[in-house]
C-alpha cells in the first residue's frame, strides 16, 4: 500500500493500517500453517508500527514456464501483484498457504499462493475470505487453515522462511513459509 494509499485508508478506518517496522512487538500469539516447505532459512520479524494491523496484502509472483519460483517473496525475482484489501474496517486474522511439497527429481517451487480470512476487531465470526484473483497458483494445494487471531487483535507482523538456492543446481524455491504475528 503507498503512503497516499495508507493515509487515505487509515482516515476512513480509524487509522489501523499498518507501517512496516522493524522493532519487535508485544504480539500475543503466533499463527502458522502445518505444510510449509522444506527448504531456507527464517527470516527476521516485521511488524507494524504500534496500534496498526494488516489490511490487505500483495505477492510477489514469478512466471514458470521451467519451473523454478511461483512465489519469491522476498527474494529478485518476479514482479509485485496489485493489492487487495479486507472489506471496510476489517482486518486480516488467519491464512492458508499453497505449497507444492518437495518432490525429488522435479524443479520445486515451495510456496505458490496465500489467502486470508478478514474479521472486525472486536468480533468473532463474520470472516471474509481474501485472495488475490484467482485465488490459486499453478503448483502445490492449499493446506488447513491457521488458527484465527483472538478477538482485539490481528495481524501485525510476518516472518517468512526464505530459500535462494544453493552452488549445486539445487532448486531455487525462494518462499518456503510464513508465520505471522497478532497484536492487540
Known amino acids: ?23 519487535k512487538s508485544n504480539y500475543i500469539s503466533t499463527l502458522s500453517v502445518t505444510n510449509g516447505g522444506v527448504f531456507g532459512d527464517w527470516t ?21 514456464p521451467c519451473g523454478d519460483t511461483s512465489s519469491s517473496g522476498q527474494q529478485k525475482w518476479g514482479g509485485w501483484t ?25 524443479d520445486n517451487t515451495g510456496a505458490n499462493y496465500v489467502k486470508f480470512k478478514c474479521r472486525y476487531f472486536k468480533y468473532d465470526g463474520g470472516y471474509f475470505d481474501l485472495s488475490y ?6 503448483y502445490g494445494s492449499y493446506g488447513e ?3 484465527a487471531c483472538p478477538v482485539n487483535s490481528a495481524i501485525c ?7 535462494g538456492g544453493s552452488p549445486y543446481g539445487q532448486d531455487d524455491t525462494a518462499l518456503n513459509d510464513v508465520r505471522f504475528f497478532c497484536c492487540e
Open 1 to 23: 500500500m503507498s503512503e497516499i494509499q495508507c493515509a487515505a485508508f487509515c482516515e476512513e478506518n480509524s487509522d489501523i493500517c499498518c507501517e512496516i517496522t522493524y522493532v
Open 133 to 138: 484473483p484467482p485465488g490459486y497458483g499453478t
Open 44 to 64: 527476521y520479524q516485521e511488524f507494524c508500527t504500534k496500534g496498526h494491523y494488516a489490511v490487505g496484502y500483495r505477492m510477489k509472483q514469478r512466471g514458470v
Open 157 to 163: 507482523g510476518i516472518q517468512t522462511k526464505i530459500h
Open 82 to 106: 496489485d493489492e487487495v484489501l479486507c472489506p471496510a474496517k476489517t482486518l486480516l486474522v488467519a491464512f492458508s498457504l499453497q505449497v507444492q511439497q518437495y518432490n525429488v527429481g522435479i
Open 145 to 147: 487453515w491457521s488458527d
